[in-house]
């Protein structure tokens, strides 16, 4: 079993910054995908960003390139995603999981289908 528990979310002004933060419990994390996905008030969930816990490579959505970092913390078991150039179509609910079983490609860890586990989520809202 593994528990996610997502914290760091709030009320930001366009322009502004958050991180966000996911501690993982449960079990011994070596080769596993994190990942970050979100979803807006009457849209379907999306993916954000996503690493690889032991080889470190990431991916992103086009629409959050040059502004997220997805990074991760092996001893401390926590995956942040830094939001930078936070836009008011930023705002949703953050969602971490995790996928035990990563794919062979990293285009690949977009398929929400593939994450085991999730954690409840934290809200961000980005005012205009």
């Known amino acids: 079993q593994v528990q996610l528990v997502e914290s760091g979310g709030g009320l930001v002004q366009t322009g502004g910054s958050l991180r966000l933060s996911c501690a993982a419990s449960g079990r011994t994390f070596s080769n596993v995908v994190m990942g970050w996905f979100r979803q807006a008030p009457g849209k379907e969930r999306e993916f954000v960003a996503a690493?690889?816990?032991?080889?470190?490579?990431?991916y992103y959505t086009d629409s959050v390139k040059g502004r997220f970092t997805i990074s991760r913390d092996n001893a401390k078991k926590m995956v942040y995603l830094q939001m930078n150039s936070l836009k008011p179509e930023d705002t949703a609910v953050y969602y971490c999981?995790?996928?035990?079983?990563?794919?062979?490609?990293?285009?690949?860890?977009?398929?929400?289908?593939?994450?085991?586990?999730w954690g409840q989520g934290t809200q961000v809202t980005v005012s205009s």
């Open positions: 690493i690889n816990w032991s080889a470190g490579s990431t």
């Open positions: 999981a995790a996928d035990l079983q990563p794919p062979l490609y990293v285009t690949w860890y977009t398929n929400q289908k593939r994450y085991d586990y």
